[in-house]
């Protein structure tokens, strides 16, 4: 058989997450072996079979898997065509030991919703300039973890705008700067999860994605002003020019570079002057140019006075 590995790691500067590793395997087996770390898992393709404190367990597709720290496990392909997965590291201060327990007795999570919040955390983490989307994200899914560990469903919070609108100002004073989620959980004495649940209910969308909506839009303004995009990157907030162009091609619909491109010059051409009344003609909006300047009445031809005696008669001579 022939080996198809491919793997990717790195270190997020999302605090709690220690390592983002992504992984292809076809026939690597996993020994017996612990972690000081959460391990939060899921996969893309394939399954996984391992054994969790003398118990046998699946990873599949449509769940979300959490391993505890410090309780051994192995794991390997459940068929011959391998598997993809995606796993995060946490922090083992994260969920806290009290949980360890309880999730030796059920790794495995049955929820769609989480799912899809861990894979576009996953998107966030993969590219610079993203970070206060990931923590929003970690906050939530971390609150979540907890909830169905200890078999609490998820709290029907009270409407809190007065903290939504202070965010709101926080964020509008920090767009090129930028503001974590731990930042204003300390300021507004608030809980990440809090945060985020409230600002979202508030406003109809999270964080996040406000703080990139007033780049974008301060982003617009230094292009229309002259300054080449790269520029307009990083004096709008962003880390460098493609994420500022990722994220100005969702918003307006295309690239930072055409947008500039398209920018009509302040010049005063006869096309362009501006119509007072009375100092200029009017614009033909078939041609966008003035019409030809009115013809001048040409001044009446004087006739030759007639002769004394009469008017000279035709063929007379003069």
């Known amino acids: 058989m022939v080996t198809t590995e ?47 404190d003398h118990h046998e367990h699946g990873a599949l597709r449509a769940t979300v898997t959490l391993l505890p720290p410090h309780v051994p496990h192995n794991g390997e392909a459940a068929s011959s065509g391998g598997f993809r997965k995606r796993v995060l590291y946490l922090d083992a201060a994260q969920l806290g030991p009290r949980l360890i327990g309880p999730a030796v007795d059920a790794p495995d999570i049955r929820d769609a919703a989480m799912r899809d919040q861990i894979d576009r955390l996953h998107r966030s983490l993969w590219l610079p300039g993203d970070e206060l989307e990931a923590e929003s994200r970690f906050s939530l899914i971390r609150d979540r973890l907890r909830r169905h560990l200890e078999h609490r469903p998820v709290p029907v919070e009270a409407a809190d705008p007065g903290l939504a609108h202070r965010l709101r100002d926080l964020l509008d004073a920090r767009v090129v700067a930028g503001l974590t989620l731990a930042e ?14 409230s600002f979202s209910r508030a406003f109809g969308l999270a964080p996040h994605q406000f703080l990139t909506g007033r780049r974008v839009d301060l982003a617009r303004r230094l292009l229309l002003d002259g300054m080449p995009p790269a520029q307009a990157a990083v004096a709008s907030g962003h880390h460098d020019q493609s994420h500022l162009t990722r994220h100005f091609k969702r918003v307006v619909g295309t690239t930072p570079g055409r947008f500039a491109t398209s920018r009509k010059t302040n010049a005063l051409t006869p096309a362009r002057l501006p119509l007072v009344a009375g100092t200029l003609p009017a614009v033909s909006r078939a041609t966008g140019v003035p019409p030809p300047p009115p013809r001048r009445p040409r001044p009446p031809v004087p006739r030759p006075s007639p002769r004394r005696g009469g008017s000279p008669g035709r063929g007379a001579p003069r």
């Open 184 to 197: 204003a959980s300390r300021i507004l004495h608030a809980h990440p999860a809090h945060l985020v649940r």
């Open 6 to 52: 491919r793997i990717t790691a790195w270190r997020p500067s999302v605090p709690g997450i220690t390592e983002a590793f992504h992984a292809r395997f076809t026939d690597h087996v996993y020994p017996m072996h612990t972690h000081e770390a959460w391990t939060l898992l899921i996969v893309d393709a394939g399954a996984v079979r391992y054994d969790l």
